[in-house]
């Protein structure tokens, strides 16, 4: 799977795959990550890349003309290349859009800065776009990050047990149980008893009623949703 980054700003992103798990897989090519500057297409003489709003409004757009010259250079390398420009007007990300999003061969993310991007470009080039969440921050680069990982570690290969994908929060209606590592007792705190016996099928129910205790306290409405009747209310 091939990565490009379309961003004004590629150190803020190169750091992120320097080392850890998307390190190891760009070191076994199972990922490649690419820059794209769209300040490097600016026809501008000053190598400008952005300006003021037409119609008003406080602040700087980023211009059509740089992205679109970079957006097109991209798509006639790669007519494959999926690309997602990322702006909090948008449809939140999802665990399910990571899944969907890692078979695809080649994923661009368009970051903005400033006010944002020209609408043009966007309706011209976005396969999708996406927000992270209702916040607003200084650019799409985190955001193009956050995706990036989310999506990377549903490619085969990359996650060292792919068992791990299976159980956890979000691939099913219910939270992750909580987790727990050695020491059994630390600072007078022990790891719940039945964790610590062997019985595997009492430890997994122990678990799913931990995990409807968590999906009760903080996602109420998914149970809901599903209409999960909790193991203590059965
Ligand atoms: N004026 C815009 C915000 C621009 S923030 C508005 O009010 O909608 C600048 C850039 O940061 C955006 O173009 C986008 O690429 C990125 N960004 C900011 N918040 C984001 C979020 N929640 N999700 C995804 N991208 C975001």
Request: aromatic letters at 10%; a negative charge; proline letters at 4%.
């Amino acid at each position: 799977m091939k990565f490009t980054f379309v961003t004004l700003f590629s150190n803020l992103v190169e750091g992120y795959f320097q080392d850890s798990i998307l390190k190891r897989a760009i070191d076994k090519d199972i990922l490649k990550i690419q820059y794209l500057n769209p300040r490097d297409f600016s026809q501008n003489k000053h190598m400008k890349v952005d300006d003021t709003a037409v119609g008003g409004g406080a602040g700087m757009v980023m211009n059509p003309q740089p992205l679109y010259d970079a957006l097109d250079f991209l798509k006639k390398e790669d007519e494959e290349t999926y690309i997602l420009f990322m702006t909090p007007v948008a449809k939140q990300f999802t665990q399910n859009d990571a899944k969907r999003l890692s078979k695809k061969s080649h994923i661009a993310f368009v970051s903005g800065r400033y006010e944002g991007i020209d609408e043009r470009v966007i309706e011209e080039f976005a396969d999708e776009v996406f927000s992270i969440g209702d916040y607003i921050l200084t650019g799409g680069e985190l955001a193009s990050l956050v995706i990036c990982d989310a999506v990377s570690r549903n490619i085969d290969g990359v996650l060292g047990n792919s068992d791990s994908l299976s159980v956890e929060s979000f691939e099913t209606p219910l939270l992750e149980a909580p987790a727990f590592s050695k020491p059994k007792n630390y600072k007078e705190n022990a790891v719940p008893s039945e964790y610590l016996k062997g019985n595997h099928s009492k430890i997994r129910s122990l678990k799913l009623a931990l995990s409807e205790c968590k999906t009760q306290f903080f996602r109420p409405e998914q149970l809901l949703k599903h209409k999960i009747r909790t193991s203590y209310e059965k």
